[in-house]
């Protein structure tokens, strides 16, 4: 095998960056089957280390996908077997093939990788959902019917993945969503072109071709209260995500002309503003946007902004390159897009003009200091380095907080002083019969952790619907 | 899907509708709203619920030709369907025995007061309502707020019914002849609501309005709809939309409700033209 190493990935063709700050398109474009045979094929087929039971790729993923064992099937260009492999631990490939941070999960930790580059898991289980995708779904028989009901709050990654696991033991599963379209985050967060909107509702079709029910309109603490879904059902799973914007309490931050990176991303992804007037929802980019922030939200903000038409869009972030918290492919896609990187900047007012709109926005330098708690250097300011950038909108993209609706109104259900839902391992929470899992329970986190959450509760609550008694000494993980 | 069930013009610009959802009508309560999407392409706007009926799985809500959206809701017939419905939204209105309350509703915010009417009165208030319109055609609700109200004040800006003049100006009055008000709560556009907090604000009468910002979502998780209140910032869907009012900033509100002008004037113009 070692004779035959190949040290590159095969490279995926993109859409040049000057035409795609025009379209929403998705930018990677795919691989051919012949390429991807290659690029499968570039995978040593490790045994697991020493003291381990999985090769170091599949410890990796958060949900323990058979990694060398869906590479060897492609290889072999059986694809329909290695889709099948995959979706045993994962039903949303197509999305976490596309927007998992692999580089710090499964390819990260790629034997491959640590002299060459690694083996492209995330291109190739992309490419296998695609393909699947392309050829029409088979929906699995279903099995006979366990009489009881289960309702899941969101329509997340955790969600869906909490009802289809359910689904598929037997349960009759509702999800009650608050907006009007299902996918969360995926469809009213993540932008068109980095995760095209048909996916994720092809990704739903399939969920609900298991017999999901979904409700859509309906806000769980509004429409009905989590009280009366557990009256009316076996059990719950709270999937309400990390919803809420913050802001950073500057003076002037209510200007027209500024957005939460969530205003700015579902005018644009879940009301389609990006078609205004065709589709009724407008929204208003300037010549000159800037973003506060560096985490995949803000990249997403600052490429949107570009494809809206701004002329110069800017990164605006207090800390220096290496702690940006956004994946490394997409700092990267912004850099050839022409995002501009202000960094070791805070901003620390906004300045309007007479009819209130956003004109400039003050900053301050920053260097960087001592450790934090994070183990990063904490960025301190630079006095005397106040400077003044024009802008014409804003888009905060400082982090969202825990959704605090469903903890709001449901007595007795247990929150952390952050806002996050207390629950154990198997993500019950301090109400008997209801779990909860996904970024209501960790805070902004990632997809595929999401879905983890989604899965262990979905076991958890199988157990428990089949007889396994509530614990008696509930301990909560993420005090 | 949500059915119209019924649809009432009460006056050119101004329509009743009768919507079909159940989950809503069982949980609605005066001072919140909906917010709705007719169609695929349609944005999401909220509307006060005017009144509601569990048994018969319904809601009302009244709504003005402002743009492009309520004019296109305007057009839908009885039997059409809404495409969503969601609701009920934001925080119910605090309905407490406090004594003497005023109800206050301009305009399209008559049909938002009503509803309030009838809870004060019912939680054993003594109600005096004064209800106005830029001139008589625009007046509605007014037999139904009648007979709710232990006192009804009419006003037109023009004199066309009523007395001429504005709803502050009856209220001002009222403070002046010494009535004692324990609470006022006023509803309808920005500058009536700041007018009626100037009026109270010297006599230290607790006032609630109810704000109108621009929405997306409405549960909390955009950010659009944010408006301040003592100074700091608070996102009306969720944590009103009724504030009081002499701690709201009516200017910022004002210029933050005129952000998408010149895009609501193409939308409009396109749809005079005729939409695609
Ligand atoms: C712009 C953006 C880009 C991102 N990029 C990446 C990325 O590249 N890779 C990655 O791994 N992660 C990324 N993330 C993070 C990832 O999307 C989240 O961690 C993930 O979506 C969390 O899933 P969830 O199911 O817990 O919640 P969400 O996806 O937030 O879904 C929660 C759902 O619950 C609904 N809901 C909330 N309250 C109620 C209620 N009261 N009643 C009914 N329904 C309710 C919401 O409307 C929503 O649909 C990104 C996040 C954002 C915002
Ligand atoms: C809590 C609340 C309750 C309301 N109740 C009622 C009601 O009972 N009856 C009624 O007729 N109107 C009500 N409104 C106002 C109504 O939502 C707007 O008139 C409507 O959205 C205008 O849409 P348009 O496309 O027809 O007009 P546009 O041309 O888009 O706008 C006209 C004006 O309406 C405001 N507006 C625009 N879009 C929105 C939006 N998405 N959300 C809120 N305001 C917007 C703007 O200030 C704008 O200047 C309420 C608003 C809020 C926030
Ligand atoms: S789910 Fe994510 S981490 Fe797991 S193999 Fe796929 S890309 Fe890698
Ligand atoms: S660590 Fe890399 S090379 Fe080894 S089995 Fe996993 S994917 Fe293949
Ligand atoms: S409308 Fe989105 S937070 Fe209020």
Redesign the pocket.
């Known amino acids: 095998m070692t004779s035959r190493i190949v040290p590159k990935k095969y490279p995926m063709p993109e859409q040049d960056p000057k035409e795609r700050i025009r379209n929403f398109r998705e930018v990677p474009l795919g691989q051919d089957p012949e390429t991807v045979k290659l690029e499968a094929a570039r995978c040593l087929q490790c045994r697991p280390p020493k003291g381990k039971i999985v090769p170091p790729c599949v410890e990796g993923c958060p949900v323990g996908i058979d990694i060398p064992g869906f590479l060897a099937l492609t290889r072999e260009g059986r694809f329909e077997e290695a889709i099948a492999l995959i979706k045993e631990k994962n039903a949303l490939p197509a999305i976490c093939g596309r927007v998992c941070p692999y580089e710090n999960q499964c390819e990260g930790a790629c034997t491959l990788g640590k002299k060459y580059e690694p083996v492209g898991i995330g291109r190739v289980e992309r490419f296998l959902a695609d393909w699947e995708r392309a050829r029409g779904f088979r929906v699995p028989a279903r099995p006979p019917p366990t009489g009881k009901r289960v309702a899941v709050v969101g329509s997340g990654p955790a969600g869906l993945t909490a009802a289809a696991e359910l689904a598929r033991r037997g349960h009759a599963v509702t999800i009650f969503e608050a907006l009007h379209a299902p996918g969360g985050v995926l469809v009213y967060g993540i932008p068109e072109f980095r995760l095209p909107k048909e996916i994720v509702f092809a990704e739903v079709e399939y969920v609900k071709s298991l017999g999901v029910e979904l409700k859509l309109d309906v806000v769980v603490g509004k429409t009905v209260t989590l009280e009366e879904l557990r009256r009316e059902h076996d059990a719950v799973f709270i999937g309400t995500g990390a919803g809420l914007p913050n802001f950073m309490r500057i003076p002037g931050e209510n200007l027209n002309g500024i957005y939460s990176a969530n205003e700015f991303l579902t005018r644009s992804n879940l009301m389609k503003a990006y078609l205004f007037p065709e589709y009724?929802?407008?929204t208003k980019v300037g010549r000159r946007v800037a973003t506060i922030g560096a985490g995949n939200v803000a990249m997403d903000c600052a490429r949107t902004a570009l494809r809206l038409g701004a002329e110069e869009s800017y990164i605006v972030y207090r800390r220096s390159r290496a702690e940006m918290p956004a994946r490394k492919e997409e700092i990267q896609r912004a850099e050839e897009e022409g995002v501009k990187f202000l960094l070791l900047t805070l901003p620390k007012r906004y300045i309007g003009d007479e009819r209130g709109w956003v004109r400039e926005v003050e900053c301050v330098r920053m260097e960087l200091g001592e450790p934090d708690e994070s183990g990063r250097r904490r960025p301190v300011e630079i006095p005397g380095s106040e400077f003044r950038l024009q802008v014409d909108t804003v888009v905060v993209a400082i982090g969202q907080s825990p959704n605090p609706l469903v903890p709001a109104t449901t007595p007795g259900l247990k929150t952390s002083r952050w806002g996050t839902i207390l629950a154990d391992e198997e993500g019950r929470t301090s109400l008997e019969g209801v779990w909860a899992g996904g970024d209501i329970t960790t805070g902004e986190a990632t997809v595929i952790l999401a879905m983890g959450a989604g899965k262990r509760a979905a076991a958890s609550i199988h157990e428990y619907l089949s007889g396994k008694p509530w614990p008696s000494d509930w301990k909560p993980v993420n005090a | 899907m949500f059915k119209i069930l019924s649809k009432k013009f009460l006056c050119p610009t101004?329509a009743k509708f009768e919507i079909e959802a159940p989950l809503i009508a069982r949980k609605a309560r005066a001072g919140q709203?909906v917010?709705l999407r007719i169609d695929e392409r349609g944005?999401?706007?909220?509307?006060?619920?005017?009144d509601w009926s569990e048994e018969r799985g319904t809601i009302t809500?009244?709504?003005?030709?402002?743009?492009?959206?309520?004019?296109?809701?305007l057009s839908l017939r009885e039997g059409e369907y809404l495409m969503d419905v969601v609701g009920p939204?934001?925080r119910p209105a605090e309905v407490e025995r406090y004594g003497t309350v005023v109800c206050v509703g301009g305009g399209?915010?008559i049909?938002?007061i009503y509803p309030e009417v009838r809870a004060f009165k019912a939680a054993g208030n003594y109600v005096i309502s004064i209800i106005g319109s830029r001139t008589k055609d625009l007046l509605m609700f007014e037999e139904e707020i009648r007979g709710l109200s232990d006192e009804l004040y009419v006003t037109t800006d023009d004199g066309s019914y009523g007395q001429k003049g504005f709803v502050s100006d009856v209220l001002r009055r009222l403070i002046e002849e010494g009535r004692k008000l324990d609470l006022v709560v006023a509803?309808g556009p920005v500058p009536m609501m700041k007018v009626v907090a100037e009026v109270t604000r010297p006599h230290g009468i607790k006032t609630i309005v109810?704000?109108?910002?621009?929405?997306?979502d409405?549960t909390g998780m955009c950010g659009?709809?944010r408006v301040e209140v003592g100074g700091k910032t608070r996102f009306?869907?969720v944590d009103?939309?009724e504030f009081d009012a002499h701690q709201v900033d009516f200017d910022l509100l004002a210029a933050?409700?005129?952000?998408?002008?010149e895009?609501?004037?193409r939308?409009?113009e396109r749809l005079k033209e005729g939409r695609a």
């Open positions: 009724d929802t407008p | 101004v709203f917010i944005e999401r706007i909220p509307l006060t619920l005017n809500v009244v709504a003005l030709e402002a743009g492009a959206t309520t004019k296109r809701l939204l934001g399209v915010g049909a938002c509803v109810s704000l109108n910002p621009i929405m997306v409405g659009c709809c009306a869907c009103g939309p933050r409700n005129r952000r998408y002008l895009e609501e004037r939308a409009l």
